[in-house]
C-alpha cells in the first residue's frame, strides 16, 4: 500500500512539469490568461493532492495515529474554492469576450481538471487508483469520502 501511495506523490507532483511543457512547448497552447490561470490552478491542486499523499505515506511509515499537516489542508478546504472561483472569473471573462478558442478553451479543461481534483481530494473519491479503492468501490456501488476528508475528520 505504500509503495502505490507513493506512486500517487510522485505522479501527481511529476505531472506539473509534465502537463506544462506538453501545453506550452509542444502543443504550443498560449499563455493566455485563461489558459495560465486554468494551469495554475491545475498545478495547484496537484501539487496539494502530492503533498498529502507524501504525509499519507510517512504516517503510514511511522505507524502516527493522524498524518501531520491536517490543519493547513483545512485551511486549503475553504480558501481553494474561492481560488477556483477567481480563476474561473478569468475563463469566463476570456469566454464572453470572444477571444480565440486557443486562448481561452485550454484554460477551461484545465480549470475544470481543478475542480474535479478539488472535489477528488476534499470531498468524494473520483480517482480509484489502488486496489483496495477499486474493490470497494465495486463491492458498494457508490463513491465514498476521499481519504483527505477522512483524515481531515479526525
Known sequence: MVSSLRSLAVLELVNVPLFAVVLFRFLSVPASPANLAGFALFAL???QGGAYW??????LRTRARDPEGMPVFRALRWVDPLLLLAGGAVVAAALAGGVLWT????????WLFAVLEYVNYFHVQLSHQTRADLARLLR???LHRSHLARDMAR
Open 45 to 47: 491542486l496537484l501539487v
Open 140 to 142: 458498494t456501488g457508490r
Open 54 to 59: 507524501w504525509i499519507k505515506v510517512r504516517q
Open 103 to 110: 486562448r481561452v478553451w485550454p484554460g477551461l479543461g484545465l
